[in-house]
């Protein structure tokens, strides 16, 4: 078999995940973040297993939702950052995508398109509002007119205000609650569906859920959060990343090991090869020390990870040898684990795996 290193992705984790966000506010609907190709999951894949509850996908733009079209996808399909050239409308309205809309700019363009094309119906507007993010999105101050110039398209279908948080996954920080209020502020006096919450807000902030929710990192089963939290603790790991050894070696004491000589043996030491490195996206910031899983129990890398190896210290695996399956990140050592040993977030490290990866799909209740 060639190199064996899998993506092990669990759809009925993620489905249940979804049920968990969901849960959180049982009279919102939510869109299942699949964006990055579901934080490399396999967006194609992701959503044909939520299809049938799904309320709608969110992607970054209008490439990644065309992959769904594509590959049958019928959910609707919104737009996160919007349309980048007016060209991309017409294709907005053949597939039947929401579009979000971040800036007077992009009003005016659609505007302007729409008097080309009076006769557009359907639309469904995401208008985004930046409360303190900061990123995008439109001062609250001009939403109201926003608002009634959005309103007075015939074209416009459905209008729902949106808006993300920058702390939501640190409650203790005041962030959240100044956004909600310049939220209400930008909002007063219209009646019209609000998005708020990514996974932080939706297992956090219920004082935020309103119509609808947007969770991403939770549907994978990680946590935005780096302390434990209620919510986070019934995930359920989306992907389970395996190697296996491909060498084993005995050092002596004194004797480094890989790249930069940085790990040097205080014993005479068993050392494990394994077939991944950071082209795969296994990340070069995991330092000695970054647990593995294998055989049962935990140990640890032991060297720095270079392009396609990694090294493990098997002393206390004496019955490891080639061909040994290793969990890099899973139900045993969680992908936020591995995150915080790095110095990044889940995010990061999922959505960097590469293609490199072959992903493999397992399903307890295929349909
Ligand atoms: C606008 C928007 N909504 C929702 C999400 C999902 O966030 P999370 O993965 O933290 O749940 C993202 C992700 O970055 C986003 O950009």
Redesign the pocket.
């Known amino acids: 078999m060639a190199r064996n290193l899998i993506a092990q992705v669990d759809l009925s984790a993620i489905r249940h995940n979804y049920q968990l966000a969901r849960a959180q506010a049982p009279q919102a609907r939510a869109?299942a973040?699949i964006?990055a190709d579901a934080?490399g999951h396999g967006a194609i894949q992701v959503a044909r297993s939520l299809e049938s509850e799904a309320d709608a996908f969110?992607v970054?733009a209008i490439e990644e939702a065309l992959e769904l079209r594509d590959a049958g996808i019928t959910r609707p399909v919104l737009l996160?950052e919007g349309f980048f050239e007016t060209e991309e409308l017409p294709l907005i309205q053949q597939h039947k995508l929401w579009t979000?809309l971040h800036s007077i700019e992009q009003l005016e363009k659609l505007e302007a398109y729409l008097e080309r094309h009076p006769d557009s119906r359907g639309l469904h507007v995401w208008l985004k509002i930046d409360s303190g993010m900061h990123r995008l999105g439109i001062e609250p101050a001009l939403a109201a007119g926003a608002l009634q110039r959005l309103q007075a398209l015939p074209a416009v279908e459905k209008l729902v205000v949106?808006s993300?948080f920058a702390c939501a996954?640190e409650p203790q920080r005041p962030h959240t609650e100044r956004q909600l209020q310049q939220i209400d502020k930008a909002v007063a006096g219209h009646s019209v569906d609000l998005s708020l919450c990514?996974?932080?807000g939706?297992m956090h902030w219920p004082q935020a859920h309103q119509q609808w929710l947007?969770?991403?990192?939770?549907l994978y089963g990680a946590s935005?959060f780096t302390e434990p939290q209620t919510v986070a603790s019934r995930l359920r790991p989306g992907m389970t990343l395996t190697t296996e050894i491909i060498a084993v070696r005995d050092v002596q004491a004194g004797e480094s090991v890989g790249y930069g000589a940085s790990w040097v043996a205080e014993k005479p030491t068993r050392i494990g090869t394994l077939a991944v490195g950071y082209a795969d996206g296994y990340s070069r910031h995991a330092p000695s020390g970054t647990p593995v899983w294998l055989n049962g129990r935990r140990t640890a890398l032991a060297g720095r990870v270079s392009m396609d190896m990694s090294t493990i210290d098997l002393s206390l695996h004496p019955e490891a040898k080639p061909g040994d399956q290793v969990e890099l990140w899973g139900a045993n050592v969680t992908v936020n684990e591995v995150a915080d040993w790095c110095g990044t977030i889940p995010?990061t490290l999922l959505s960097g795996l590469t293609r490199r990866v072959k992903r493999r799909y397992t399903d307890d209740q295929p349909f």
Do not use: Q
């Open positions: 869109v973040i964006k934080y969110g970054a996160l979000a949106m993300h996954d990514n996974s932080a939706v947007r969770p991403g990192i939770m935005p995010y």
